[in-house]
């Protein structure tokens, strides 16, 4: 699933290529007819943004809403190039003087009026962005408190309690700041929890300019631990169960 360094890297490649422009905008597969992606055209596209997982292209009193969940993607091409998928497969395509963005997949795309995008109970229930320009690590970490009785690994993931956050990051926060990831939140200090959060953002912050998310744990079960050698486990976690890697040695509950 695209986390949220990966959105908040298209928006800014999407409003750099398309920024200030009229688009043309058109939906050559049903399911983005379906979602009135062509009410769009001829708007300017007037900024983009990330919360979280979710990409917000605003064109004056509309908003393109997308969340691509597993399989989904933009792709940003120049215009009139060859797209590395089938056309007929696109869900929405942003047409510009030279540049193109395409959307393939995913499980939401949708068009609603900006000024309802407050009330929409899937973007205001979000918790504080990971990536936001306002990023403050005491104010992620007292949202994370409301849930004390779920382990850190499995809070990272609750988008109402810090937005942005997926898989890769949540094992990799974990292993960068040396926390036992099954832990609870109400067993974690507030140094420890922020200390969580910090590692976070300064990951994903990382990988939104380099376009590389590095690895230490996640994906590397039975390999050894970069720092101590031990052998590094994995095991589904959460409701979700969602496949959460660490170091037993380096992140041993303290």
């Not at 900006?114 to 229930?125: G, K, V």
């Not at 109400?186 to 969580?196: E, F, G, R």
């Given at each position: 699933?695209?986390?949220?360094?990966?959105?908040?890297?298209?928006?800014?490649?999407?409003?750099?290529?398309?920024?200030?422009?009229?688009?043309?905008?058109?939906?050559?597969?049903?399911?983005?007819?379906?979602?009135?992606?062509?009410?769009?055209?001829?708007?300017?596209?007037?900024?983009?943004?990330?919360?979280?997982?979710?990409?917000?292209?605003?064109?004056?009193?509309?908003?393109?809403?997308?969340?691509?969940?597993?399989?989904?993607?933009?792709?940003?091409?120049?215009?009139?190039?060859?797209?590395?998928?089938?056309?007929?497969?696109?869900?929405?395509?942003?047409?510009?003087?030279?540049?193109?963005?395409?959307?393939?997949?995913?499980?939401?795309?949708?068009?609603?009026?900006?000024?309802?995008?407050?009330?929409?109970?899937?973007?205001?229930?979000?918790?504080?962005?990971?990536?936001?320009?306002?990023?403050?690590?005491?104010?992620?970490?007292?949202?994370?408190?409301?849930?004390?009785?779920?382990?850190?690994?499995?809070?990272?993931?609750?988008?109402?309690?810090?937005?942005?956050?997926?898989?890769?990051?949540?094992?990799?926060?974990?292993?960068?700041?040396?926390?036992?990831?099954?832990?609870?939140i109400a067993a974690i200090s507030d140094p420890q929890l922020q200390h969580v959060v910090q590692a976070a953002h300064h990951l994903m912050s990382e990988a939104v300019e380099?376009?590389?998310?590095?690895?230490?744990?996640?994906?590397?079960?039975?390999?050894?631990?970069?720092?101590?050698?031990?052998?590094?486990?994995?095991?589904?976690?959460?409701?979700?169960?969602?496949?959460?890697?660490?170091?037993?040695?380096?992140?041993?509950?303290?």
């Amino acid at each position: 699933m695209a986390e949220g360094d990966t959105i908040l890297r298209a928006a800014r490649r999407i409003e750099k290529a398309l920024g200030g422009e009229q688009v043309e905008v058109s939906a050559p597969s049903p399911r983005g007819r379906a979602s009135g992606v062509q009410r769009l055209d001829g708007r300017t596209l007037e900024g983009a943004e990330a919360r979280g997982k979710h990409l917000l292209l605003h064109f004056g009193g509309l908003t393109l809403h997308s969340h691509l969940g597993m399989s989904g993607g933009w792709h940003l091409y120049e215009r009139e190039t060859a797209w590395r998928k089938a056309p007929g497969a696109a869900w929405a395509v942003l047409r510009g003087k030279s540049a193109e963005a395409v959307q393939f997949g995913g499980p939401t795309l949708r068009v609603l009026r900006s000024d309802a995008l407050r009330r929409d109970p899937t973007i205001a229930r979000l918790g504080p962005d990971i990536l936001a320009e306002d990023f403050d690590a005491a104010i992620v970490g007292r949202s994370l408190r409301t849930a004390p009785d779920l382990a850190i690994g499995d809070a990272l993931l609750d988008q109402t309690l810090v937005a942005g956050i997926g898989n890769i990051f949540k094992s990799e926060a974990c292993f960068a700041a040396h926390q036992d990831p099954w832990q609870a939140i109400a067993a974690i200090s507030d140094p420890q929890l922020q200390h969580v959060v910090q590692a976070a953002h300064h990951l994903m912050s990382e990988a939104v300019e380099s376009g590389r998310q590095d690895r230490a744990a996640y994906r590397r079960a039975g390999r050894p631990c970069p720092t101590c050698a031990t052998p590094i486990l994995s095991r589904g976690q959460g409701d979700a169960n969602r496949t959460t890697y660490w170091c037993p040695t380096c992140q041993a509950a303290s």
